[in-house]
């Protein structure tokens, strides 16, 4: 699979309309499809994520309405979803808890201040360019995430599916209370959540562009309505009120406003962190490019827009990009069709959602979160990399243990360890000459003769940047190189193909080793050193000490110049 490369850098102004644009005619019907299948399915969701932030049932609604189409519009990413989310909306919770009573004027008023506060913290992430903090999500940590996520999620839908309170606490304390309660199972609900499942995958298996869920929900509360299920203990939604936010910044003093600003700052590094990683992963399914720094603007955008319609703090959403993907949908045009289907529910279709079984809202999340869980990808890890299935073993256990902001932490951790962990032992080479004039590289083993191009001259290519942490092993080999022999080699070449940045720590390493190897009577040359390398080395004061002779474009040039000069009893030619 390929991984997806983020666009060049902009500036302003703003690009628009990336996730939409080019129309392909012949999806334009199947992401219209995914849009009312997000709708559907995403209304309960995001009432119950209202919930959880303690705030008014609507709101939730409001959250994929203007800011879910800020994002379509202002954002890069084709796939991600933007709306209410269960790890942010739990931050909001606690971080509110104690300010104000769940639901009340002041709490709405606080919740808007955070919105507009993140918005402000994403707006300055892009212009300092923070995207590029995704690119430390290795592919491995993504399925990792992902699966973590998953697990979680259906994990926390088996109460809703079975009748029962649930447990308390964490993901895993929570579903150990629920498979104790299963002897209070009520049977009516448990036959609801199973016939969703049943519709949803038997619609599946007989074409996978049938809306199963879509179906499941509107019969759904067709039977709930007919058949009065409610009466017979299923739980339902209840009265939901209808009509569009009141629109205006909050009016809170400026207290508020420095009093929730930690807290802002730590929801945003949970959306930049799960907004970047379900991007990345979508896009690297479907070999697409994106970039983060406009998806920043995008994010920023939609939380404005939440902070100033009377809603909370809204994030890229796993579980709904989920939704729209495994609907067909391709394209933002699946999330501005969702707009419009919450526009018009808003004015005219809230009384109807009254008669959903919050049951089905289980069953569906349910079946999304089974849908993240990625076996395929973690065997493929498992059967090519046992360090990186070991890692995202690690992300998926702390998502599943301590929560999806924990594991969005850890994950970013772990992949910036496994970084500095290639570039501090790159798999170093010698360069040595093959039966005829070809070259071959040889790993360096520092247990065995080092191999030569030429007698006395030796090639080394080093095959990572040069930083201080791992200078001291470069200076090891180097040393291994000169002392390594029956004799030092005439000609040491630092082949720098690899080698793209050289910071001061390396610097001053690689003027200690000229002081000691030409000490000793070898000449240290350079070859294929880039243009920016080049400069930093003019700068170091470093061509000066080596001389500009010492650098050459290729091997080759390499060798060539090492026979046209005598040295150590042989001579051009010998």
């Given amino acids: 699979m390929a991984v997806a490369k983020t666009k060049g850098r902009r500036s302003f102004p703003l690009p628009m309309f990336e996730g939409i644009l080019p129309i392909d005619r012949a999806r334009v019907s199947p992401d219209v499809v995914a849009g009312i299948t997000l709708a559907a399915l995403g209304i309960p969701e995001v009432m119950g994520y209202a919930k959880i932030a303690g705030m008014p049932v609507i709101t939730g609604l409001y959250t994929i309405l203007i800011p879910i189409a800020a994002f379509a519009i202002f954002g890069s990413s084709r796939h991600l979803v933007v709306g209410a989310d269960s790890a942010t909306a739990a931050i909001l919770a606690a971080g509110l808890a104690g300010l ?74 929570k579903f150990w209370g629920t498979l104790q309660q299963i002897p209070q199972t009520s049977l009516t609900t448990l036959a609801v959540s199973l016939s969703v499942l049943v519709v949803i995958l038997g619609l599946r298996a007989i074409n996978d562009r049938i809306p199963g869920a879509l179906i499941a929900v509107i019969g759904a509360i ?86 100033v319609s009377g809603t909370f703090v809204v994030n890229g959403s796993p579980t709904k990009t989920q939704i729209v993907d495994s609907a067909g949908g391709r394209s933002q045009i699946s999330t501005l069709t969702t707009a419009v289907i919450i526009l018009v529910v808003l004015l005219f279709l809230t009384k109807p959602l009254q008669y959903m079984p919050e049951a089905v809202l289980s069953a569906v999340v349910f079946l999304i979160g089974v849908e993240l869980v990625d076996v395929k990808g973690m065997r493929k890890i498992l059967r090519w990399r046992l360090d990186e299935f070991v890692v995202a073993v690690a992300t998926t256990a702390t998502v599943v243990v301590f929560g999806v902001e924990q594991g969005i932490v850890l ?44 007698p006395g001259l030796v090639v080394y290519r080093f095959a ?95 060798a060539a110049a090492y026979e046209r000069e005598p040295h150590d009893g042989h001579s051009s030619g010998e």
């Fill in 100 to 173: 104000a009573a769940e639901g009340s004027t002041q709490y709405v008023q606080y919740a808007g201040i955070m919105a507009i506060l993140v918005a402000g913290i994403l707006l300055l992430a892009r212009i300092v360019r923070l995207g590029f903090l995704a690119d430390f999500l290795s592919r491995s940590v993504l399925i990792g995430f992902l699966t973590g996520v998953g697990i979680q999620v259906a994990m926390g839908q088996v109460p809703g599916m079975l009748g029962v309170p649930g447990g308390t606490g964490r993901t895993l304390s």
């Fill in 222 to 307: 067709i039977v709930s309505w007919a058949a009065d299920l409610a009466s017979h203990g299923v739980a339902t939604l209840g009265l939901v009120p209808g009509g569009l936010p009141n629109f205006g910044v909050p009016t809170s003093g400026w207290d508020a406003w420095s009093k929730l600003l930690p807290m802002a700052a730590s929801i945003f590094l949970v959306i930049l962190a799960q907004s970047a990683a379900t991007s990345r992963a979508y896009a690297a399914k479907y070999s697409e490019s994106f970039d983060e720094n406009v998806d920043l603007v995008g994010l920023s955008l939609g939380n404005a827009a939440a902070g």
């Fill in 411 to 454: 994950a970013i951790i772990l992949s910036i360890i496994d970084h500095l962990r290639r570039s501090y032992h790159p798999h170093n080479t010698v360069v040595a000459r093959k039966e005829g004039s070809t070259f071959q590289s040889v790993s360096f083993d520092a247990k065995a003769p080092v191999p030569e191009l030429l």
């Fill in 464 to 558: 990572a940047s040069l930083y201080y942490a791992n200078a001291n092993r470069f200076t090891d080999e180097v040393r291994h190189i000169f002392h390594g022999g029956d004799k030092p080699p005439v000609w040491l070449c630092i082949d720098g193909s690899a080698v793209g940045d050289v910071d001061f720590s390396a610097g001053e390493t690689l003027a200690g080793l000229h002081e000691e190897l030409t000490g000793g009577g070898t000449k240290i040359v350079f070859s294929e050193v880039s243009d920016d390398v080049r400069a930093e080395l003019d700068r170091y004061g470093l061509t000066e000490r080596f001389g500009p002779s010492a650098f050459y474009d290729s091997i080759v040039q390499v």
